[in-house]
């Protein structure tokens, strides 16, 4: 495992302290902690981002539009079988709220 210096403000490293002694955990498993969530957080926004990008060009082009329909009919019976298996009682309304719209 490789090892880095940090320099953090006085108020931001009092309160990681105070997290450590309360959680029992140390401050490195802290700091571990919160950039893995944070990197995580920020690939799945740049994702988030780049899918919401595409969606948007879909739903302009009409030619890729009706492609994209179509694959989302052909996996319609998937999704139907995945929700039936959820036990949940919900009912999917792909048709009328469709993720390229």
């Not at 990681?16 to 990197?39: C, G, M, N």
Request: net charge negative; glycine share 4%.
């Amino acid at each position: 495992m490789s090892s880095f210096n940090v320099r953090l403000p006085e108020d931001l490293e009092q309160r990681l302290s105070l997290e450590s002694q309360l959680t029992h955990r140390s401050r490195s498993e802290l700091a571990r902690e919160a950039i893995r969530e944070y990197l995580t957080r920020m690939e799945r926004d740049r994702f988030m981002e780049r899918l919401s990008r595409s969606a948007r060009v879909i739903g302009q082009d009409s030619a890729l539009r009706q492609e994209a329909e179509a694959m989302a009919e052909t996996f319609r019976p998937l999704e139907e079988e995945a929700s039936d298996s959820t036990g949940d009682g919900s009912s999917d309304n792909a048709g009328e709220d469709a993720w390229w719209r």
